[in-house]
């Protein structure tokens, strides 16, 4: 569709590209008609990254980590061409990073400015960090008692919360764990009076899902 055309162009440094569709039909038969369609696009003036600042959303407040530390997960250096599949990524890793030091609910919302006159950029990256979430009640069901005690000290009560170390654990364990054994049977949800997160971790073949918590997700 268009959107892919769009941004196919805006990864080659084309931010404001544009496409249109045009369509033409070229005949008809019994089973219905035909028709060509013709993108047209306008790209208009081809990018290159200026600079790129990191900011947190929190008036007065600071970023948890260095904005040199994140800065370092947008692999675009200055003067380099746009590519705007990159500053996805960059985001993409940015949340992943705070993710997996208890910030579940970090955002990061882009935005530009445009130098017309030079036909470069800057990039702005606004976060919202959120709340730092431990690890409140654990509810592990299913598991061999010593299987069990080998994820409770990957996570335990206090931890900061991180969720890719059960993905890890499932991943690691599989030849250990029941074969339908997946995360989609698993639930977390939030506390935010303590600030932490009840993890229920299912492992067992066949869930009971009467017993599992009614609202639960990390998402």
Request: aromatic share 10%.
């Amino acid at each position: 569709g268009t959107r892919a055309v769009k941004e196919a162009w805006q990864d080659a440094g084309y931010l404001q590209a544009e496409a249109t569709v045009n369509p033409r039909f070229t005949g008809g038969s019994v089973g219905g008609r035909h028709v060509a369609l013709t993108v047209q696009v306008d790209p208009g003036p081809r990018y290159r990254l200026r600079r790129i600042r990191i900011r947190t959303t929190d008036p007065g407040g600071k970023l948890v980590f260095s904005e040199e530390d994140l800065r370092k997960m947008i692999p675009l250096r200055y003067g380099e061409i746009l590519d705007a599949g990159k500053l996805r990524q960059g985001l993409k890793e940015m949340q992943e990073y705070y993710g997996a030091r208890g910030y579940i609910d970090m955002t990061a919302t882009p935005g530009f400015h445009l130098h017309s006159k030079t036909d470069t950029i800057s990039f702005y990256v606004f976060v919202d960090q959120r709340k730092q979430y431990r690890v409140g009640r654990m509810t592990i069901l299913g598991l061999d008692p010593s299987v069990e005690s080998m994820l409770k000290s990957k996570m335990a009560p206090g931890d900061i919360f991180n969720w890719e170390l059960v993905l890890d654990f499932y991943q690691s364990q599989q030849s250990v764990l029941p074969r339908d054994a997946t995360p989609d049977d698993d639930q977390v949800y939030r506390v935010p009076k303590t600030d932490t997160v009840d993890v229920w971790l299912d492992f067992r073949a066949c869930p009971a899902e009467a017993r599992q918590p009614a609202s639960a997700s990390i998402h």
